[in-house]
């Protein structure tokens, strides 16, 4: 959505503040511990928020209104005729959750304004100061009419400061996007939770809060090389973002706001401000850990249609559940177990039958078998994205849901991996918004809880809702079996921004981490890292993902078995947002901590304060063992026990992509042997001189006399795939086989770079790197030539190199060449590089005809 508004900031916050000259008032709420203020006021008849922290501003005076597609906007003229204030503080209990209880306290002012015109219209505008943040909304009556046909909400956050922030773009399919770090004025338009980093020292976050009936936000950069935003919706095909029946209320805009970045993990603000329970009887939610089949279709092994090779029959099913059992962990999944897998990702409309089971899954089978080894079934919905009630998913849901119930089946996972169906509605509008809470409430009736991939953003709902346990909305570890596979700081920045939001589904638990070696596939980090995911990240419906033969004689699963999914307490140790985060979670009377590295390795120090210094405990570590290293020994864990006290703190060493865990548990004897502590402290200060001379994940680079050196282009390379920016084909790190990371790449087009040398050099040979992963659309190209110039104008060609294409046979294997030029020794100035791109796939290719990808990185200069 683009706002008109989106103007020169003078335009913006001055013209509209003079568009008419009234009298203005303005009125403070503070928290209760009066470090936070919102200040809400109209200034020359237009209305205005301002946020303070410690009486220092965090959000500028910002706009509120809204445009309509059915009556005038509501932007000016107005004033505040009634102000209500109230104080509230209560503490409930969730039905599960990363605290036992929960705290909800704040201050509220109502403020009422109305139109200066006569008769006015009027509508509310609610802010609520906590100690950990403020929010507000709108509240509109019934003077507007029955329904009002919402085109923009005028909404700004003027941030303060042009300070660096967290975030992904708004439009990536499901918001599986890797997180990037800018300045607030650098970004164009980003997704919710966006988490920013202050040059004061403190940390926000804005997201929203109870979104019901109404498109998802995001934020839209205001322009002027500012950090200023406005609140964007999701436009349907008739340009209206929502439309609603007054009276109505909007979700909850939201700014939290810490002085440490662990102070965002450990906030509930998000839940608060949604409504309680309402479900009645509750006690069928119950948190619970699960394997299934599922990373098999991912890997390729087994497929989810019906066939040679499919995942989920009736005695795959029963194996995992058997496993399950054995294991600790109390339910199982089976992806593909119904018909219609067919229709799925196949270029036609996705069409599945929901209550009709393959060939080779017996549902009443599978069931017996699951009820006598006290495991759940979790029933599975891929629905492709194809809503409509008269033709596939909202038809069904009724008696989908009601086979669930008539069958026993408490657990369901739901999927929407394709284009919303009917097209053009977008993932994140409100057409969607109200299917998933239709979805979510209609489960509630069939006593049915829900794992929800592929979905609208979380915003505390599940405080309401308690059977919506847990979604995706997020990129997850299934991408961990492609060549996209995700770099090892992602984990780090995900408790700061999605988990904010909610419970995510990540599904870790990965132990095979080379997992297809014959390929090039695997996950960049180390088996410890994917362990410690269970208590870094938090979801009550929380997968053991890896296939189960993955598991075997491993005593290191001995952490899984024992880890929980639901907590009574909730602590970050410590954490620097991007690098590392530690946290601890207390489950009755042990304590688990897990932590995790990015690309570095770090030495987290864990003071054990918050134990009971009247009691003894053992600490169980799980941790990387001196060898361990994420390129060529990523498996090995070390196993050890100590005991511990509350004033002693574990040195926690990290390797590079690496992870710690710890299960802390109180003893009755105080004369058990077992090794001192500070043994295993010193032997982690050993292990860090080791880990700091491993390879660093990302680092391949390579000097050379075009490193550094500005790159120009004939065809600018695609926004989608920009790798480091303009000259990242210079900036000395090699592409590797992970897709997403410095690979430029060219939607069907050729390349043509220019590389200014900066003065005459002499030369003898010119390289570049080139991508082929034909089942990604990205081809080898046809040829590369290479040019040489003194001026930058006359050019003389040295070299022109043709490239062997791929075949049928390997479409789906990734690889990577270097085409060198050599030649004489030469001088030039400027370096011309020019790649001919396939411009479409082959006819032999699954999308034949459609534009073809080159994608290119590091032209190397001798």
């Known amino acids: 959505m683009t706002h008109k508004f989106i103007l020169p900031l003078i335009t913006v916050l001055i013209l509209v503040f ?42 500028d ?53 109305e139109e200066y015109t006569d008769p006015g219209r009027s509508f509310k505008f609610m802010v609520r100061a906590y100690n950990d943040g403020v929010a507000f909304r709108y509240v509109l009556p019934e003077n507007f009419g029955d329904s009002l046909l919402i085109t923009e909400e005028n909404t700004m956050f003027r ?19 890797l997180y990037r770090n800018n300045l607030l004025s650098e970004i164009k338009d980003a997704a919710t939770p966006l988490t920013i980093s202050c040059k004061n020292g403190l940390f926000l976050s804005v997201h929203e809060a109870a979104l019901l009936d109404y498109s998802e936000m995001y934020l839209e950069n205001a322009g002027q090389n500012s950090p200023d935003f406005f609140v964007s919706l999701w436009p349907e095909p008739d340009s209206v973002c929502a439309r609603v029946k007054t009276p109505f209320q909007t979700p909850w805009r939201v700014v939290l706001i810490s002085e440490t970045a662990g102070g965002l993990i450990e906030s ?31 890997l390729g092994k087994y497929t989810w249609y019906e066939g ?15 496993f399950a059992s054995k294991h600790k962990m109390s339910g199982v999944l089976a992806e593909g177990w119904n018909k219609g897998w067919e229709t799925w990702a196949s270029g036609v409309k996705p069409v599945q039958d929901f ?125 961990n079996a492609t060549y996209k596979a995700t770099p090892p700081y992602h984990a780090t920045i995900l408790p700061f921004t999605r988990f ?96 995790i590295a990015d690309e570095n390795c770090h030495l987290v120090k864990i003071p054990l304060s918050f134990l009971n210094p009247e009691k003894t405990y053992v600490a169980d570590i799980y941790c990387d063992a001196v060898g361990t290293d994420w390129e060529t020994n990523p498996e090995e864990v070390e196993i050890c026990s100590h005991m511990v006290s509350s004033g002693d703190t574990i040195y926690a060493a990290l390797s590079k992509a690496g992870g710690h865990t710890v299960i802390i548990r109180p003893v009755d004897a105080v004369d058990i042997l077992l090794p001192d502590l500070e043994l295993y402290n010193r032997e982690s200060c050993d292990k860090m001189k080791v880990f700091e001379k491993q390879k660093t994940y990302g680092e391949n680079s390579e000097n050379h006399l075009a490193k550094g050196k500005p790159v120009s282009f004939v065809n600018i390379y695609s926004s989608k795939y920009p790798a480091s920016g303009k000259n990242a084909l210079t900036d000395g790190i090699k592409g590797t086989y992970n897709i997403n990371e410095n690979w430029q790449g060219f939607e069907g087009t050729d390349m043509e770079a220019v590389i200014d040398l900066g003065r005459d050099c002499k030369i003898k040979s010119v390289k570049a790197g080139f991508l082929d992963s034909p089942n990604d659309w990205i081809f080898y190209p046809e040829k590369v030539i290479v040019y040489i110039s003194e001026d930058g104008k006359n050019y003389v060609k040295l070299s022109e190199i043709p490239i062997k294409q791929s075949s049928p046979e390997n479409a789906k294997v990734t690889s990577v060449q270097e085409i060198a030029s050599e030649f004489k020794e030469t ?36």
Not at 165 to 177: H, K, L, R, T, V
Not at 311 to 317: L, M, S
Not at 393 to 415: F, N, P, V
């Open 500 to 595: 904010i939001a909610g419970p995510y589904d990540y599904t870790p638990g990965i132990f095979k981490i080379i997992h297809s070696p014959e390929s090039n596939k695997r996950l960049y980090c180390t088996r410890t890292y994917q362990m410690a995911m269970y208590v870094v990240f938090y979801s009550p419906m929380m997968m053991v993902s890896d296939m189960i033969e993955n598991y075997e004689n491993c005593p290191e699963f001995g952490f899984i078995e024992d880890v929980p999914c639901t907590w009574d307490q909730t602590k970050v140790v410590d954490a620097r947002l991007g690098d590392f985060v530690s946290i601890a979670r207390r489950s009755g009377d042990k304590w688990y901590i897990g932590s």
């Open 61 to 113: 005076k910002s706009m509120i209104g809204f445009e309509f597609k059915n009556t005038i906007a509501l932007n000016d003229s107005l004033k505040i005729v009634k102000t209500e204030t109230r104080s509230f503080d209560e503490t409930w209990k969730p039905v599960y959750g990363t605290d036992e209880f929960v705290r909800n306290r704040f201050n509220e002012t109502v403020f009422t304004f």
């Open 159 to 177: 941030f303060a400061g042009n300070d660096t922030a967290w975030w992904i773009p708004s439009d990536e399919f499901a918001y599986e996007s």
């Open 355 to 479: 209550c009709t089971a393959y060939s080779d899954f017996d549902l009443d089978e599978v069931l017996k078998y699951c009820r006598e080894n006290n495991v759940e079934f979790i029933c599975h919905h891929e629905t492709g994205g194809n809503i409509p009630e008269y033709d596939e998913y909202e038809r069904q849901l009724d008696s989908a849901l009601a086979l669930c119930k008539a069958k026993g089946i408490h657990y369901l996972k739901t999927g929407y991996a394709g284009p919303i169906i009917p097209e053009g509605y977008p993932h994140h509008g409100q057409y969607m918004v109200r299917h998933f809470q239709k979805v979510v409430e209609t489960a509630a009736k069939y006593q049915v809880c829900l794992d929800v991939h592929e979905s609208i953003k979380p915003t505390g709902i599940e405080r309401t809702w308690p059977n919506l346990m847990t979604q995706e909305a997020a990129r997850g570890n299934e991408w």
């Open 308 to 322: 040679e090779k499919h995942g989920a029959t009736t005695e795959r099913t029963k194996e995992y559940a058997g």
């Open 268 to 298: 509930h603000l998000v839940q608060n401000l949604n409504e309680p329970c309402a479900i009645d009887d509750v006690s069928w939610i119950k948190p619970l850990k699960f394997t299934g089949v599922w990373w098999g279709m991912h």
């Open 18 to 59: 003079i568009s008419c000259g009234r009298k203005d008032s303005s009125q403070k709420t503070m928290s209760p511990d009066e470090k936070i203020s919102i200040v809400v006021g109209t200034e020359k008849g237009c209305p205005y928020y301002e946020v303070f922290y410690n009486e220092k501003p965090v959000i």
């Open 827 to 862: 001088t030039a100035r400027y370096v011309k590089v020019k790649a001919v791109n396939t411009g479409i796939c082959p006819d032999w290719h699954y999308a034949k005809g459609k534009p073809a990808w080159l994608f290119c990185d590091e032209i190397v200069v001798e």
